[in-house]
């Protein structure tokens, strides 16, 4: 568990804020997800942003896994998107990561295989606050119903691991780097366009991945395969995202011809190498130094910089300041602002690097069911299976800096009240809420009606088609059963014909020898 953490002079919120994250959620999430050890999944340090994962480390988000599906080893498909759009993964928001695994598993729903060129023709990719993310294009229809409107907080929930869990190159995406706008055609009239169909995002239990072949946490020995039912019969997998849907997850047994489920599903997920987690990582510098940094927003919102005193610090050989501070002194400096660039390295494992206490703040803003959004944390975090977390024990962080009495009256810690002046009255501000908009039962139904009515018209144009094609395959039958039985006439025909010739040559024949024989009987007479 974590220790007492020294209180750290406030100082401006940098790119992005440092941890502010429970560390039982962490260990629930490496239990729950089944993270082996040699992954090395690690609680950052007090202080640590998203930025300092350290060397050979990736950073990943809470809210991937609760409100993004997502799963790891991760899936082909994904490791497909990072490489056409050339960012890394730890650059990517949560809302990114819904519309991924919504497109995937509607695919997968469907019988299709998902691609990047097909999740183009929905989606264009788009930078807000420093992340990368997917907007819909304006004229393709829209497949994602109920997006969530806002994640809020999701930026301190983080943890480091192992960069070797993904197995594919993962270059830092620079932000000088400009977002071309894509001008494709809509494919309308492709079959796989027809099929996905708007679709609600909800947050799924593992059977359901599974099933869509998104998780791999199915055994290898088992005789059965997860499907979804309704009652005694099978549904449509999709169906599972429809809150009214009143069918539950099962199973089947396989069938005589048929390899394991997880033999069916392994193709499709980025298992990293035997020998991956055998030594230590090698990289001396992490590559996350400027994660979160937004050149456009930093013009929008300039910061003002202020000079700080530094009191000596406190540390292991005595009285003094340490390495860390003076470079992170030196940074702001320069910057401006807290964050990963006044911290140092964003690889450094030093864990006093530019610990910045922050606030809750509103980061993008999208289409969602926020009180969907909520539920679905609750139920995600109430899962809970076997693992092994593992975490670095926490470390003293020394104050920085002296905070004045007049900022004292506005910025506060969380365990430490200040006393006022003698004559001075203030009042702390209420914890921030998160702002939750509730859909109308009447909005959420003429969504679901919609969407019903969309898959039903998919229904009655793919019956149409089938109906096409077997009343072509009849007529193809017919005229192959007309052309055979002419042909069999005709060959009975010829048949007969020569039957005839042979009895009337037989009996010309006879006729001959008849005559003969009369002719041989008048002369010996």
């Known amino acids: 568990m974590s220790e007492e953490h020294q209180e750290v002079a406030v100082t401006e919120e940098g790119p992005v804020p440092v941890l502010r994250w429970d560390l039982g959620l962490f260990e629930q999430i490496v239990r729950s997800f089944r993270f082996p050890s040699e992954w090395d999944a690690r609680y950052p340090a007090q ?18 896994f609760l409100q993004g599906n997502f799963r790891l080893p ?31 598993f509607l695919c997968h729903s469907y019988g299709i295989e998902p691609s990047v060129d097909k999740f183009r023709a929905f989606y264009q990719l788009q930078r807000t606050m420093g992340f990368f993310s997917f907007a819909s294009r304006g004229a393709a229809k829209k497949i994602l119903l109920n997006p969530p409107k806002s994640f809020h907080d999701w930026k301190p ?34 079959l796989w366009y027809q099929q996905l169909t708007p679709t609600p ?18 055994s290898p020995s088992s005789r059965e395969v997860p499907v979804l039912k309704l009652g ?36 499709n997920f980025m298992f990293p190498a035997a020998d991956a987690f055998a030594s230590p990582p090698t990289t001396t510098e992490g590559v996350l130094r400027d994660l979160g940094i937004d050149p456009e927003e930093k013009k929008k919102k300039p910061v003002k910089k202020k000079k700080k005193k530094v009191e000596p610090e406190v540390t292991s050989k005595g009285i003094g300041t340490s390495r860390a501070t003076t470079a992170a002194v030196k940074a702001k400096g320069k910057t401006g602002a807290g964050g990963s660039k006044s911290s140092g390295s964003a690889g450094s494992r030093n864990p006093e690097a530019g610990a910045t206490p922050s606030f809750p703040e509103d980061d993008e803003a999208e289409e969602e069911d926020a009180g969907a959004q909520l539920i679905g944390r609750k139920r995600g975090r109430s899962e809970a299976t076997t693992g092994v977390a593992s975490a670095p024990t926490s470390v003293v962080i020394p104050a920085v800096g002296k905070t004045s009495k007049l900022r004292s009256l506005y910025k506060f810690s969380p365990e430490i009240k200040k006393t006022p002046e003698k004559g001075v009255t203030f009042s702390e501000a209420a914890a921030k809420r998160p702002k939750i908009t509730i859909q109308s039962t009447d909005t959420a139904a003429q969504d679901a009606a919609k969407a019903a009515e969309a898959q039903r018209k998919v229904e009655e144009g793919r019956k149409r088609e089938e109906e096409k094609k077997r009343v072509a395959e009849k007529k193809r039958k017919d005229e192959e059963e007309r052309k055979r039985k002419e042909e069999e006439e005709k060959k009975k025909k010829e048949e007969e014909r020569k039957q005839k010739a042979e009895q009337e040559r037989l009996a010309e024949a006879a006729k001959k020898r008849a005559l003969e024989e009369l002719e041989k009987k008048k002369a010996m007479e």
């Not at 995002?201 to 199915?218: C, H, I, P, Y």
């Open 201 to 218: 995002n909800r947050v799924f239990g593992e059977n359901v991945l599974v099933a869509a072949k998104m998780s791999d946490q199915w």
């Open 74 to 104: 991760a899936t082909n498909f994904l490791g497909s998107i990072l490489h056409h759009y050339n960012f890394h993964l730890s650059q990517m928001s949560p809302p990114g990561m819904v519309r991924i695994r919504h497109f995937e």
């Open 47 to 64: 202080g640590q942003t998203a930025a300092d994962a350290p060397p050979g480390y990736i950073t990943l988000y809470e809210d991937f």
């Open 157 to 190: 929930k983080f943890f480091f691991i192992r960069e070797e869990v993904l197995p594919i190159a993962m270059p830092f995406r620079d932000w000088t780097e400009a977002i071309p706008k894509e001008d494709l055609p809509i494919p309308k009239n492709a």
């Open 232 to 267: 005694d019969q099978e549904a449509q997998l999709y169906q599972a995202a429809f809150s009214t849907f009143g069918g539950s997850m099962g199973v089947r047994p396989l069938r005589n011809d048929e390899e394991s489920w997880y033999d069916q599903i392994k193709g």
